[in-house]
């Protein structure tokens, strides 16, 4: 059975209405994920396409980027919780996707 995991959210309004945006990460049956975002208004609802097939920490990187480009829900997105939130479930992309992120955070050695 399929898990969803909310893993980012933001909301606000304006003078014309309010909105909020949710980003859902979808554990499938078959070891893929997908990733799916809601947009969300004062009387509708709307789920644009998703990816899907999603199998390791920089396929899920590229397609967070790629929604990046629709919503600024991903900016909402803590990485460590998504870390954690994947352990139980897929501990193998859990570990993949600290490393990632280990990897990206230490900076480039200098050399002169």
């Not at 967070?64 to 994947?86: H, K």
Request: hydrophobic share 40%; proline share 4%.
């Amino acid at each position: 059975m399929a898990q969803k995991l909310l893993i980012g959210e933001i909301s606000g309004s304006s003078m014309v209405g309010s909105w909020h945006h949710e980003l859902f990460l979808t554990l499938c049956s078959d070891g893929t994920c997908s990733l799916r975002l809601r947009f969300q208004g004062d009387s509708n609802s709307y789920w644009p396409k998703g990816i899907r097939s999603i199998r390791t920490a920089g396929q899920l990187m590229s397609a967070i980027d790629e929604m990046r480009e629709m919503s600024q829900v991903v900016d909402a997105i803590d990485f460590d919780e998504l870390g954690n939130l994947l352990m139980p479930y897929r501990p193998g992309l859990a570990k993949d996707l600290f490393q990632t992120l280990l990897q990206e955070s230490e900076p480039e050695a200098f050399s002169p």
